[in-house]
Every structure is written in C-alpha cells, then in structure tokens.
C-alpha cells in the first residue's frame, strides 16, 4: 500500500526514441523538467529479452518507470498509460488532469487517455508490427489493411470531431491525455494516416510546448524498419 503522504524521491524512465516511451518522456518533463534519469534500452539489439531486463519488465518492453519513494522503496510501472495518469496525478499543480473525484470532466479525460492507450494504439501496433518488426514471413496485409481502414473510419472521425471543436483532445485545455493522443497521432501520421489539416495543426499546437520538443528531440534516431538481421526479429513475440 502507497500512502498519501508519500514523496516521490526518484523518478527513472527506459525508454527507445519515438516510441511509446517518448509519452512517458513528455509527461515526465511536463510535470517534472528534467528531473529524472532515462535510459536507452537498445530494442533493436534485444536487450529487452536478456535476464537483466526481463527480472525488471517480464513483458519485455518500454517504457519502464522506476519509481523511488522517500522510504527507500522502488516500484516500477509498466504501462505507458498508466504511469501518464499517475504522472498527472502526482504533480497536480501542473495542471495536467482534472482532479480525481466525480466529475464529467475527470470521466471524459480517463476515457480518452485509455481511447488512445489501449483502443487505438492496439490498431497502430499491429500495423506498425506487420509493416514493420515481424519476419518478412509473418507479415500479414490483411491484419495492415483491416487495422488501417478501422484506424481512418472509426478513430480518425471521433478524433476530428473533437478537434473541430476545441484546440486539445478534452477542450481548450492541454491535459495529459493529449500526451497519449498526440503520440497516438503522430505515430499514425509515421504511417500515412491522420492526414487531415486539422491533425497537422493540432501537433503543431503540441509542438509548441518544450516538454514536447525535449521529449522528441531524440526522434530522428528512430528507424521504423527493423533490419531482418536484427536480434529483435527473431525473439520478438508481437
Ligand atoms: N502496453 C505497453 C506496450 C509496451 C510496448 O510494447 N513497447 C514496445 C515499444 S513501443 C517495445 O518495447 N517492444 C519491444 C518488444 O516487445 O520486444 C505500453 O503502452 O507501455
């Protein structure tokens, strides 16, 4: 049990660039500068599958926040969504959530940091996995086609809707959940979706914030093919 009453004394990210962590990243800087430790887990290179790794994520994967508590005690979270949400929580004076009670606010902000950490991330995987990380042998274009039209006809409309209205994902006001929703963009723009003008003018919204550009200032290291010699090819296990 974590009591309320208890500080954060350390905060530590692993992290590849561009991908799901760079959400991580952002909101770290947004909430805390840059106040914490990152490192590169190189994904490529299979790092994540060695012993080392895996005692830390069993799930093999990035982002990992390691958090240390003012009593010595270190917990790591695993999903990117999630440690978003905690992240806005903990430094409420950032502004970045509506507070945590009752309110249609809060409900709409929970339910679009999960539309994109779940709903549409599950599509954008599994184009960006068949386009681009499997063996060439495992790649199925009717998982990229059926995920690509669900992706453009079903969450690129309700996202436009809601940006046809106002300048972020819940309203007028950044939250947290344009962190998750704009990787979510950003990342489907990599891949030749969320075309529309309004898409572009809301990253360049999102651009403007320096939490943003020092979170993605390491992007250009990300290549999205993984090279069919790479370790990652194959222990990857989707
Ligand atoms: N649901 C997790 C997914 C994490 C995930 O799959 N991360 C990818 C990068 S975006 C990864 O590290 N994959 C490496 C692997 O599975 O080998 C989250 O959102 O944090």
Known sequence: MIEASMQISRLKLYHYPATRSARVK?????????AFEVETVGLYDGVQYGEEFLRLNPNHGVPVLEITWDDGRVQVMLESAAMVAFLADAYPERGLAPPPAASPERADYLQMLHFGGSWADM???????????LPISERDPRTVA????????EV???????LERSSFICGDAFTAADCVI????TWARGYGMCRD????AYLSRLAKRPAFVAAFAD????????????????????
């Open 156 to 162: 690129e409309p309700q996202l436009a809707r809601r």
């Open 123 to 133: 599509m954008l995987w599994q184009v960006r996995i068949h386009e681009h990380v």
């Open 182 to 185: 704009g990787h979510c963009v």
């Open 197 to 200: 003008e309004l898409f572009r």
């Open 146 to 153: 059926r995920y690509r039209a669900k992706f453009t006809g």
């Open 219 to 238: 992007a250009r290291q990300f290549q999205p093919e993984v090279p069919q010699d790479q370790p990652l090819v194959s222990r990857f296990t989707g």
């Open 26 to 34: 952002w909101a770290l800087h947004e909430t805390v500068g840059d």
